[in-house]
């Protein structure tokens, strides 16, 4: 392991508990020293800008390269031949979401307000997973003077995956409403846990950030699947807001798409044998719609 708590040299778990259990501690260890690192811009400049900047901000996360090693800031530590760009793990550490999260676990809690709590989690998760994102110097009219201001310059796509993604998209289209919105049909085969697409409708996406909207990143079948899928239609710059993560689907995931950006709200423990979370919040998708 890093002095940063990164896994350095790890293999795939392949379903060893030794190497689940190593993973898990990496992961968790570098959440919580891993501190003050800086996240590079992932956001795009519209061609009428005159000028963008993306203001880097400190956060709390576990950065890895795809094949386990550490990706080190400038300067802070032995550089490497970079095969591929690292992976970053956004672990959201806000009081407010530690509250909505607890909400949501609790099984007690109905639809009707298991929903509202949704969408009010994943404004949180959408502010932090679009922190970076470029900006572009304006002017304007107070009711007293002229003034300059900062405007969003990037452009986002939404994509939930469904149906359970369907539940964080409002909170997307309320911070920016103008934003095209694509889905992706994924089913999970129950004996193989597999995903198969059944369902692809997306706008334009070169040049734009996609927010792909998947409340329960388990094995990271789902969001690996969706991922090709984006890529294959153009996607450059991915970020996935899930609600609760496993360390073996951020592991799926970090294997196979190792440029995408991962905003949780939570890393949980580990899957059981039906490749639910653990602790996790049962079905989203069920607790969402009553079903």
């Not at 260890?29 to 003050?36: D, K």
């Not at 809690?109 to 994102?133: N, Y």
């Not at 792909?212 to 991915?238: E, H, I, K, Y």
């Amino acid at each position: 392991m890093a002095d940063d708590g990164s896994i350095v040299g790890a293999k795939g778990t392949n379903g060893d508990p030794r190497d689940l259990a190593e993973l898990r501690v990496g992961l968790r260890a570098g959440l919580e020293r891993a501190t003050a690192t800086t996240v590079e811009p992932v956001g795009c400049a519209t061609r009428d800008a005159p000028e963008t900047t993306a203001t880097p901000t400190p956060h709390r996360m576990c950065s890895i390269l795809g094949d386990g090693t550490t990706s080190h800031p400038k300067g802070a530590g032995p550089t490497r031949e970079e095969r591929r760009p690292p992976v970053a793990l956004h672990v959201v550490d806000h009081p407010l979401a530690h509250s909505l999260l607890t909400a949501l676990r609790d099984r007690s809690t109905p639809p009707p307000l298991f929903r509202v709590l949704s969408k009010r989690l994943a404004l949180v998760l959408c502010i932090e997973a679009t922190r970076s994102a470029a900006t572009e110097t304006v002017e304007v009219e107070t009711p007293i003077k002229s003034t300059t201001g900062r405007r969003i310059a990037s452009t986002f796509v939404a994509v939930p995956i469904l149906r359970a993604g369907l539940g964080m998209l409002e909170a997307v289209t309320e911070l920016f409403p103008e934003v095209p919105v694509g889905y992706i049909g994924l089913e999970r085969d129950h004996a193989t846990f597999e995903p198969s697409l059944y369902y692809s409708k997306l706008p334009p996406l070169q040049g734009r950030l996609v927010l792909l909207l998947d409340p329960m990143l388990a094995t990271g079948g789902s969001a690996t699947a969706a991922c090709a899928a984006l890529f294959q239609a153009g996607a450059r710059n991915v970020s996935l807001v899930s609600v609760v993560s496993a360390p073996e689907g951020v592991r799926h995931l970090t294997d196979a798409h190792p440029s995408v950006e991962i905003y949780t709200a939570a890393l949980d423990e580990g899957l059981n044998e039906h490749a639910y979370i653990v602790p996790g919040l049962g079905d989203f998708g069920d607790r969402l719609f009553g079903t």
